[in-house]
């Protein structure tokens, strides 16, 4: 079966600090994947998505990048860290039409 | 473009009454639809979707919705909620293409004793 993984589980952070987090899926070949954010009280926003190694497409400018260096492996980071950016982030992967997410991260800049 | 709204943010709910949360969506091409469940501080979690064939979809938790294409709505129900219902509630959509989602806002179900 599939299992989907993300570390950190929860992160603190000072303004201006670099930032990586890392989603590995398990069980399944060349899933598409996706970061999601979900801020305080609002819903889910798509930050990026990735159908393949090193192919990834991003939804809204902002102060964060990502990347997929493996098929199963999805690297979501930052330079600098704004306040903005605390929320909870979630990694999801699909094959078909459903996605299926991990456990997500909880990010605080202080 | 594709939307999807939840017209309602927040649903209180008696223990073993049934509860039903819209959906509503807008979409120019054919859709597949979904509910997912987060309870806090989790990720979400898939209840059921709508791809194609009967309308009535029935999900895990003895959850189950409805598509009515010319409403254009996928509404949940559950005939008798327990306390662990008690959750955050997103319909989202997708279109033929399936690569992307798009949530609604959310709902949050509060199941009280």
């Known amino acids: 079966s599939q299992t989907i993984h993300q570390w950190p589980a929860t992160l603190v952070q000072p303004v201006g600090s670099p930032l990586s987090l890392e989603c590995t899926v398990e069980g399944t070949s060349n899933p598409n994947l996706y970061w999601y954010r979900q801020a305080a009280g609002r819903g889910l926003q798509l930050l990026f998505y990735?159908?393949?190694?090193?192919?990834i497409s991003s939804e809204v400018p902002q102060n964060l990048s990502a990347s997929r260096p493996q098929d199963r492996q999805f690297i979501l980071s930052s330079k600098k860290l704004l306040l903005s950016d605390s929320g909870f982030y979630l990694c999801a992967w699909s094959v078909k039409y459903e996605q299926y997410f991990g456990p997500g991260t909880r990010l605080t800049v202080t | 473009a594709q939307s999807v709204t939840q017209l309602d943010s927040q649903v209180p709910v008696f223990e073993e009454a049934p509860v039903e949360l819209r959906c509503n969506y807008s979409s120019s091409v054919s859709v597949y639809l979904f509910w997912y469940v987060q309870y806090p501080n989790q990720g979400l979690q898939l209840l059921l979707k709508?791809?194609?064939?009967?309308?009535l979809v029935k999900g895990i938790n003895g959850f189950e919705a409805e598509f009515n294409k010319s409403q254009t709505s996928f509404h949940l129900r559950k005939p008798s909620v327990h306390i662990s219902d008690t959750a955050e509630y997103f319909c989202a959509v997708s279109g033929s293409a399936g690569n992307k989602l798009t949530f609604g806002g959310g709902t949050r179900v509060l199941v009280k004793p």
């Open positions: 990735s159908v393949g190694i090193g192919q």
């Open positions: 709508y791809l194609s064939g009967s309308t």
